[in-house]
C-alpha cells in the first residue's frame, strides 16, 4: 500500500504523535521480549540478516505504511539491541537512561530548537546558559556567582567559570586542546602531556589541531607517575599542557590531582582533568573528596552519559574563566549580526564549533531538576557500592581472580587459572550467546573482563549470575 504523501509532521499535532508513540512503547516491549536477554543471540551475521529482512528497499519507489514501518522497525533495532538497562548488560561506559530523560529528550526532539542562533531557540538557549553556569559552578565551587553577561568585554569581570555543551569525552578534550592552542597563538607550540592510561582521544586531537604528538608519561600503578610527570615537566620547554585523567577508561582509576597541579603550578604549565567518568562523583555526597584538586584545573572534561544517566549525547567542557571562549567566537552575519548582538540577542555560535546542534541541556535540566543533588548522589553511589559487592564476590570466589578494588563502577577479573586466549574465547562466547555483555582490558600484561556496573536497578543476585555465568563458560 502507497504510504500517505504527507504524514503528519507538525509538533502541535499530538494526537498523532501519541498514537506513533503507544506503537514505538509495544514494539520496544515485543523487541525486548524476543531478544530475551542482554543482547541478541548468534552474532553480527544473524542480527544483520534480520535486519536486512525487516527493512527491505531501504530507499524504495513508494514507501509504505508510516505506523507498519515504525513498529517493523522499532521492533527489530529493540530485538537487536545491546541492552544497557539489562542488568547482565555491563562492558563499557553504556548507561541504562532514566525514563524521565527519555521524556525529556522526546520533547526536545519535537520542538527542534537549533542552538546556533537565539531566534531558533530562545527558551533552550536561556535554559542553557543558566544550567552550565550552575555546573561549572560546582567544578569550581571557589569562584563566586557571575552577575556579568556572557557578552560583556573581558577586562570588566573578574574570571568566571562557565561550560559548553559537546557530544561527549572526545570532543570536549579536543575542545580543551584547542583553547590551549589560542591561548598562546601564532608561533608558539603547546606540548601536551598524556600518561599511558589517558582517553586515546588526545592523540586524534593532537593530530587534527597539527600539535606534536603528546608526550607519554608512565603510569606503572594505572595512575599518573608524579615523579615521571616532574622528569618531563623539567626536559620539556615551551606552552605546556598537562591532561590528568579523573576515571580511566579500562580501571576507573584516578589520577593524584592534587600533586600533579602542584607540578604543574612548579612547572608553569596548564591542566585539563578528563573527568569524563568520574565527574559526576561531584554530586556524592561521600565520594565527591575523591576529586580534590578538579577545580584547580583550567578545564574539565564532564559526560553526563556516563554516571549521569542521559541519553547520549551529554557532554560539557567546564573552563574556569568564560574569557577563554573568546576563541571560539565567530560570525556568520545571518545568525550573530553584530548589531543584533548589540541589541542584546544572546550570540550562541561561539558556544560550540558545530552549528546546528541539539538543545542537549534540556534533559539534563530536567533531570537535575526533578533529582537534585540527593537524587544524584544516590545513585552514583548505588552504582560505585554495585561495583564493591561485586569485587567482594569475586574475591570469595576461588575459581575468579580479582585485579584490584574497584576505584569506580569498574570491576576487573579473570578466571583464575585461565590464559588471555581462554578470557578473550569466555567473553565472545557469551555475546554469541547473548547470555551476558562484558568488556575487556589488558592491566599488568594480561588480559582480563571487565564489567562496568552503571545500572541503579542490578542486585546482588545479578551480579552473582553474572559471574556463575563466566564460571560455568570457562568449564566448557
Known amino acids: 500500500m502507497r504510504a500517505d504523501p504527507a504524514p503528519p509532521l507538525a509538533a502541535t499535532d499530538t494526537d498523532a504523535l501519541r498514537r ?30 534480520r535486519v536486512r529482512e525487516a527493512l527491505g528497499d531501504p530507499l524504495p519507489t513508494h514507501g509504505t505504511d508510516p505506523t507498519d514501518t515504525l513498529r517493523t522497525l522499532t521492533r527489530v533495532l529493540a530485538e537487536g539491541a545491546a541492552d544497557p538497562a539489562h542488568p547482565l548488560c555491563a ?14 529528550d522526546l520533547a526536545a526532539s519535537v520542538l527542534n530548537p537549533s542552538m546556533d542562533s537565539w531566534d531558533q531557540a530562545p527558551a533552550a538557549s536561556a535554559l542553557e546558559a543558566l544550567v552550565t553556569e550552575a555546573l561549572a559552578a560546582a567544578v569550581y565551587p571557589a569562584a563566586p556567582p557571575s ?14 567559570p562557565d561550560a559548553l555543551v559537546t557530544t561527549g569525552g572526545t570532543e570536549s578534550n579536543q575542545l ?12 608558539h607550540t603547546v606540548q601536551t602531556v598524556v600518561g599511558a592510561n589517558a582517553h586515546h582521544s588526545f592523540r586524534r586531537a593532537a593530530w587534527l589541531l597539527g600539535l606534536p604528538e603528546p608526550v607519554t608519561v608512565p603510569t606503572p600503578n594505572g595512575t599518573l607517575d608524579p615523579v615521571a610527570l616532574d622528569e618531563a615537566l623539567t626536559d620539556l620547554h615551551g606552552p605546556l599542557l598537562v591532561a590528568a585523567t579523573a576515571g580511566t577508561t579500562d580501571t576507573g582509576r584516578i589520577d593524584p590531582l592534587p600533586q600533579i597541579a602542584d607540578l604543574c603550578d612548579a612547572h608553569g604549565a596548564e591542566l585539563h582533568i578528563d573527568a569524563a567518568y568520574g565527574g559526576p562523583l561531584l554530586f556524592s555526597d561521600t565520594r565527591h573528596p575523591l576529586l580534590a584538586g578538579l577545580g584547580r584545573a583550567r578545564t574539565v572534561t564532564l559526560d553526563l552519559h556516563k554516571l549521569g544517566w542521559q541519553p547520549a549525547a551529554a557532554g560539557l567542557l567546564a573552563v574556569r ?26 550570540d550562541l555560535l561561539g558556544r560550540s564549533l558545530r552549528t546546528t546542534r541539539r538543545p542537549d541541556i534540556f534533559k539534563i535540566a530536567v533531570t537535575l531538576r526533578a533529582l537534585g543533588r540527593d537524587g544524584m548522589s544516590a545513585l552514583v553511589d548505588q552504582v560505585c557500592d554495585l561495583a564493591q559487592q561485586l569485587a567482594d564476590l569475586v574475591e570469595k570466589s576461588p575459581d575468579l581472580e580479582l585485579y584490584e578494588r574497584p576505584a569506580l563502577t569498574t570491576v576487573l577479573f579473570r578466571p583464575a587459572g585461565s590464559d588471555d586466549t581462554a578470557v578473550a574465547a569466555i567473553r565472545r562466547t557469551l555475546l554469541s550467546e547473548g547470555r551476558a555483555v562484558l568488556g575487556r582490558a589488558h592491566a599488568d600484561g594480561r588480559l582480563w573482563l571487565k564489567a562496568t556496573l552503571l545500572n541503579p536497578h542490578a542486585t546482588p543476585g545479578d551480579l552473582q549470575d553474572l559471574l556463575d555465568l563466566v564460571e560455568g563458560s570457562t568449564d566448557r
Not at 147 to 160: C, D, E, F, G, I
Not at 176 to 187: N, S
Not at 326 to 331: F, I
Open 321 to 346: 574563566d568564560r574569557r577563554d571562549l573568546a576563541a571560539l567566537s565567530h560570525t556568520a552575519d545571518y545568525l550573530n549580526a553584530a548589531d543584533d548582538t548589540e541589541a542584546g540577542l544572546p
Open 176 to 187: 580543551a586542546l584547542l583553547l590551549a592552542r589560542e591561548r598562546h597563538g601564532p608561533g
Open 91 to 104: 562492558a563499557h561506559l553504556h548507561t541504562p537512561v532514566l525514563a524521565l530523560a527519555a521524556a525529556a
Open 20 to 49: 506513533l508513540l503507544d506503537t514505538v512503547l509495544d514494539a520496544l516491549r515485543a523487541g525486548a521480549t524476543a531478544r530475551g536477554g542482554p543482547i541478541p543471540s548468534g552474532g553480527p551475521d544473524t542480527v544483520t540478516a
Open 147 to 160: 552577575t556579568a553577561p556572557r557578552s560583556a568585554p573581558a577586562a570588566s569581570h573578574p574570571p568566571r
